[in-house]
């Protein structure tokens, strides 16, 4: 089973600052990215995709891939009390045969965004 | 558009008991994904379908599991026997294509077996 590990937190941040959020992944092979944002007690909701190295911005969020260091990132600028949740990374899954496209998702970082 | 509807929400019922789950993906999507997220192993995929074909299965825990996607539009997750260590909440996603296309969650089932 291919891995995907994040910090667990919980990250604590100020109003106002950055929030980074890292995720590692095993498989090499990996070409699509994502971040979902799951509050307590509801359903993941995708927030960013990424599928290039480099940065992809939408409004506050950041998604940062490096596929060298199997290395993707998540800042969010500005952070708000609403920020307070678990944070998934899902890698795709290539090296299984029978699901090439399955997601593997980290176990979340929680962050906490103090007013 | 709707987005993925689950149902029923929540789910309390005995050991031993046949529990069924639903899920109707959004229109248009071809992929369809269930996955059970406990404290201690996260989200797992249980198993998914493409164009109502069941792809890959191998996150089914044991036999008592079983899943059906009749057609485009519906797809169950049954357990038969329940145990109460299947508690859980199961979600259901779909996509328009798995892989590069992003995965949209439906609310969940909270299910408890007591």
């Known amino acids: 089973q291919k891995e995907v590990e994040q910090n667990s937190g919980p990250l604590s941040v100020p109003e106002g600052a950055i929030a980074s959020l890292n995720c590692t992944y095993s498989d090499r092979g990996s070409q699509s990215f994502f971040w979902y944002r799951q509050y307590s007690g509801k359903s993941p909701e995708l927030i960013m995709s990424i599928y290039s190295n480099g940065d992809k911005e939408d409004g506050r969020f950041t998604a940062q891939l490096n596929k060298a260091s199997q290395y993707v990132s998540l800042l969010i600028r500005d952070s708000q009390p609403s920020d307070s949740a678990t944070y998934l990374c899902?890698?795709?899954?290539?090296?299984?045969?029978?699901?090439?496209?399955?997601?593997?998702f980290g176990k979340g970082t929680s962050l906490l965004v103090t007013p | 558009d709707a987005g993925v509807i689950q149902s029923p929400r929540h789910e309390v019922t005995e050991m031993g008991q046949e529990v069924t789950l639903r899920c109707k993906p959004i229109?248009?999507?071809?992929?369809l994904f269930w996955y059970r997220q406990t404290m201690m192993r996260g989200l797992e995929l249980l198993i998914y379908?493409?164009?109502?074909?069941?792809?890959?299965d191998s996150g089914m825990p044991e036999d008592r599991f079983s899943a059906k996607m009749p057609n485009a539009s519906f797809s169950t997750l049954k357990i038969q026997p329940s145990e109460p260590r299947d508690s859980a909440v199961y979600f259901c996603?779909?996509?328009?294509?798995?892989?590069?296309?992003?995965?949209?969650f439906g609310p969940g089932t909270r299910l408890t077996v007591t």
């Open positions: 379908f493409n164009n109502n074909v069941p792809i890959d």
């Open positions: 899902a890698v795709n899954n290539p090296s299984n045969s029978n699901s090439g496209y399955a997601l593997n």
């Open positions: 996603a779909s996509s328009f294509k798995a892989g590069r296309y992003e995965q949209y």
């Open positions: 229109s248009g999507h071809n992929s």
